[in-house]
């Protein structure tokens, strides 16, 4: 036993690996987050240890005996609601999963520092944290507020356009509230899965004796133990839950077993004792070769390794370049990204003796969860519920099921609650990454640098699943072009399947990887034809009436892509004349899924007559990863009622039918907004009557499928963005980036600046340093958060944020997306300062200009 004082209170904890496991696991705490124990590489379950910051989940219990432990729910109420208040009020919190360990760093910091901490000193101490989501310096705006004592305003909803704190901020900032792992329930048991060891190979036994055997396993279930359907997929179902004796392995995040304990430890001990007898194939690596005629088939009982081709031309694309004036030939890389969410994916399954099995995600669709765990578990739909636990960070990485369905299907057989979260190691290796793209690109342009042509043949490495794998070298062909306008194209993109780690959704969706290419031919021609970045890009900007890409007739909306050029201006004249090396990227990126689908968005609005004064219930379809829908749900529902913000209650379950698909596209803001106004106003038109479900729907079904008509009207709303990279020529540090985006309406402004400022983080990850690679085996080598080289808050460079409101037609109140727009331009950009710094022209992600810090 271990004896020491929580939060004033004297504690004697049993046997644990480390002081987080006893908080979280023993003694119910949870404020300290566990984004990667025993790492203690991402900071969320930082505490005070006799008044020092310290990093719990590797801290051997034997240390803290006789010490004073301190967390957040130790804190006096004024010291929590200050620091919610600063945190809230700058935008300093997103997903919220990392805020409390970064929470209790700066408190040990302005213990120590007082008004003393600088914006400096908190970066470099702030170096062992984590944040996917704000790019850091919204934190350092909330420490600074706090270090010098400023008054904290708090800014409620007063409707759209307001710079209303985010919804349940202060709940985020403390700790309080929930994410799946976090919540308990009677009875509860622990789920462990057991994953593939050969990214290819035979399974010929699987020996689950030895698990079994363990004190406190429940249950070890495999392949066979699955009544209705083996696989699943979003959309194509081609993804099995488990893998069968039979059957093979077609990546290592292949699940084979799920040990179910009574305890987490004991669960996870007994999955490794799982003994599974393989016959080793040589995994296929190469997308180029695994689309080459006679090649293997890289997954079981599929055939062929092409899971899509998207194509497309217009006019004769060798005779439009060789009458060009200047012609460019380059092969562009780009490389395999990790998410990095903060929140390791975990599920909650609990049955219910007369009602539905209810289900906790934090999935990016909980009505694709429904309808998938409906489907393994041989059920009707009706008998499964999904709520939505909003997440601690996706970015589309959360999009395809991780754990949901095997946690589901041991609850529904038990008869018992059971949870599963994955450690670290297994959510690398199991979700979806972003695509590697190997882009072939030829384009021309006349004497004065108007485009010509542009010739795309673009390979994108998708895995064995299809997960969203075809949409996203889709959408990487529908922006090949970037926002200009090519009088003759001709693109060919397609998705490969290999036995390297799946890759689906991820910010950007393959337009980042597709402009990265785009820019870099821009610079290039410009360079030919004797003008500036600048200044080509505004020649060849698409504008209302122009053929854009695909055949898309541009409509008024686009004129927010020159809004941002010329929003710019100012920064890149000035850094050229100051004799900084410059770097300009322009980007565009949908709005919506598109491409002939009919998308149909629901929400209710319900009037809650026991409430005291009134509550207001609004549901919708979207997932709550940190971006804000849910804050934009209420501010609608504020613009359109009238009624005090404090008492709207947001809620996503699947209780109604309003699910839309994945919260992907950057279009949960459009619709979610559009969807709430409609159900708002059928609301006001009968009076608001408690009790009733007043629905509300915004549909898109004016979209063309690719290639169906001559100009299909490919996405029906795009975002722009225009990114300067301005470096030092002595260091060839990032000085600034300045960052011009057309939102088309911010509803919330200082949401949209977080937006933008965490999409800047990640996009210079991407261009610098970030990489995920596989050894020749289809292994991931980067095994732990550190070695994906993100960047640290000292690494962030400033960053001056304009929002550019060009209004969207027909979208409500002329919203465009802002989720992905934001890192579409900066590796372009990067790329160009760094070629004005040294005259090297790059055509591989990442630059390597950049490091994690140790």
């Known amino acids: 036993m271990t004896r020491f004082t929580l939060n004033g209170a004297d504690v004697e904890v049993g046997a644990h690996p480390h002081l987080l496991a006893a908080l979280r696991e023993e003694l119910d705490v949870t404020s300290p987050k566990d984004g990667c124990s025993p790492s203690g590489q991402c900071g969320c379950c930082t505490v005070l240890v006799d008044g020092k910051a310290t990093v719990s989940c590797s801290l051997d219990l034997a240390k803290v005996e006789g010490k004073a432990v301190t967390t957040l729910e130790g804190l006096d109420v004024a010291e929590r609601d200050r620091y919610a208040a600063a945190f809230g009020a700058t935008g300093a919190l997103q997903c919220g999963f990392c805020t409390p360990g970064i929470v209790m760093r700066c408190k040990y910091l302005l213990d120590k520092e007082g008004g003393a901490l600088t914006r400096e000193k908190a970066a470099r101490h702030l170096g062992g944290h984590l944040c996917r989501c704000t790019g850091y310096h919204p934190i350092l705006d909330a420490v600074e ?39 308990r329930v009677p009875g509860l048991l622990h789920a462990a899965v057991v994953l593939a060891e050969h990214a290819r190979a035979d399974v010929l036994a699987i020996d689950t004796t030895p698990a079994e055997a363990v004190p406190g396993v429940v249950r070890v279930f495999t392949a066979a133990d699955v009544p209705g359907a083996l696989r699943i997929g979003i959309i194509y179902e081609d993804w099995p839950v488990f893998i069968p004796v039979g059957g093979r392995t077609s990546y290592l995040g292949d699940v084979m077993a799920l040990v179910v304990a009574d305890s987490r430890e004991a669960a996870r001990n007994a999955a490794a004792l799982v003994a599974v007898a393989y016959r080793p194939l040589t995994p296929i690596v190469d997308p180029v070769a695994a689309v080459a005629d006679g090649a293997d088939d890289a997954v079981w009982e599929l055939d062929g390794n092409v899971l899509s081709r998207s194509t497309y031309a217009r006019g004769d694309i060798e005779a439009a370049l060789a009458a060009s004036a200047h012609v460019v030939h380059e092969v562009f890389q780009t490389q395999r990204i990790e998410h990095a969410f903060l929140e390791p994916e975990s599920t909650l399954a609990v049955p219910q003796a007369d009602g539905p099995l209810l289900v906790y995600s934090g999935g990016q669709g909980v009505w694709d969860d429904r309808n998938q765990v409906a489907s393994v578990l041989g059920i009707g739909r009706d008998d499964v519920v999904v709520h939505l636990v909003d997440n601690g960070g996706a970015f589309g990485g959360k999009e395809d099921a991780s754990n949901q369905v095997q946690t589901a299907l041991a609850a529904h057989l038990l008869g018992r609650p059971v949870k599963c979260t994955f450690s670290r190691e297994e959510s690398l290796l199991v979700h979806p990454k972003r695509h590697p793209i190997r882009i072939d690109a030829t384009a021309g342009c006349d004497a004065d640098g108007r485009l010509t042509a542009l010739k795309i043949r673009a390979i994108g490495d998708s895995g064995p699943y299809a997960s969203v794998g075809m949409k996203v070298l889709e959408r990487c062909a529908g922006h090949a072009s970037g926002p200009y306008v090519w009088p003759t194209i001709d693109v060919d993109a397609i998705a490969a399947r290999t036995n390297n780690p799946v890759c689906g959704a991820f910010r950007g969706f393959g337009a980042n990887q597709a402009q990265f290419a785009t820019e870099g031919l821009l610079d290039r021609l410009a360079a030919l034809a004797g003008i500036d970045a600048w200044e080509i890009r505004a020649r060849n900007v698409v504008m209302p009436g122009d053929v854009w890409g695909p055949g898309q007739v541009m409509d008024d909306g686009c004129l927010g892509a020159r809004d941002c050029l010329d929003a710019v201006k100012p920064a890149w004249e000035a850094a050229v004349a100051a004799g900084k090396a410059v770097g300009l990227g322009l980007g565009l990126k949908n709005s919506g899924l598109g491409n002939g ?60 039918e309003l699910g839309a698909g994945q919260t992907t596209g950057s279009r949960g803001t459009l619709m979610g907004a559009g969807s709430v106004a409609e159900a708002c106003k059928a609301a006001l038109a009968d009076g608001c009557r408690p009790g009733v479900d007043y629905t509300g729907e915004h549909v898109v079904d004016w979209t063309d499928k690719l290639g169906t008509v001559e100009n299909p009207t490919i996405h029906s709303a795009f975002g722009y963005a225009s990114q300067l990279v301005i470096m030092d020529r002595q260091t060839g ?57 993100i960047l640290r808050p000292k690494d962030m460079p400033p960053v001056d944020v304009v929002l550019v409101e060009r209004p969207q037609p027909r979208a409500p109140y002329g919203i465009k997306g802002v989720g992905e727009i934001g890192l579409v331009p900066t590796a372009g950009a990067v790329a160009a300062a760094l070629h004005d710094l040294d005259g090297e022209w790059r055509a591989t992600l990442p630059m390597r200009r950049s490091s994690s810090p140790d």
């Not at 985010?166 to 792992?181: N, S, T």
């Not at 709207?648 to 379950?653: A, G, W």
Request: glycine share 10%; charged share 25%; net charge negative.
């Open 145 to 183: 507020m706090l270090s010098t004592g400023r008054e904290v305003d708090v800014e409620v909803a007063t409707g759209v356009g307001s710079r209303s704190v985010k919804y349940q901020a202060a709940a985020l900032a403390m700790g309080d509230k929930d994410y799946v792992d976090d919540m």
């Open 597 to 656: 689908l009919r998308e149909v968005a629901k929400a209710v609005v319900r009037f809650d007559a026991e409430a005291e004064g009134g509550g207001v219930e609004v549901r919708h379809c979207w997932t709550e990863m940190g971006q804000g829908v849910h804050t934009v749900a209420l501010q609608v529902a504020v613009e359109e009622l009238g009624v005090d913000p404090a008492k709207v209650r947001v809620v996503v379950d699947t209780t109604r």
């Open 733 to 789: 540090a990032i000085e600034k980036v300045v960052a011009a985006h057309d939102v088309g309406r911010a509803v919330n402004p200082l949401l949209c600046e977080g937006q933008v400022l965490g999409a800047v983080h990640m996009g210079l990850g991407y261009a610098l340093s970030e990489d995920f690679p596989a050894d020749a085996d289809g292994r991931p080598t980067a095994t732990t958060l550190r070695q994906l080289a």
